[in-house]
């Protein structure tokens, strides 16, 4: 469940966005560094041809609603953002660390 909403359980601690970003950058990373492979050694699943996961005996005996967060019980409020126009922009941290400080390099915005 820590996957899901790693914040915690409060509305205000659910944040996709810092994650999504995240992992983005780590992927890219990853990608960057294809040219430099780790050497590859036998472990215990060397030999099966689909892994699977392992769980503690607890942890195997609890069920838990993978797809429901902590904001699905959430009502929204009446009047709320209607009618108000949103512009999405891209977070300048982001822009700092992927060295797009130049105006032509940025992303543009979406309206």
Not at 51 to 58: D, E, M, R, T, V
Not at 81 to 90: D, L, R, W
Request: with cysteine; glycine share 6%; hydrophobic share 30%.
């Amino acid at each position: 469940m820590a996957l899901l909403n790693p914040f915690g359980e409060d509305d205000d601690d659910y944040d996709c966005n810092f994650l999504l970003d995240r992992n983005l950058t780590m992927s890219l990373g990853c990608q960057d560094a294809h040219r430099d492979p780790p050497e590859m050694k036998k472990d215990a699943f060397w030999n099966m041809e689909q892994a699977q996961p392992l769980y503690s005996w607890h942890s195997a005996l609890r069920h838990i609603n993978f797809f429901m967060g902590s904001a699905a019980l959430q009502e929204k409020e009446e009047g709320g953002m209607k009618g108000e126009e949103i512009t999405m922009v891209p977070h300048p941290v982001n822009e700092k660390y992927m060295n797009r400080n130049e105006p032509g390099e940025r992303r543009p915005t979406v309206e």
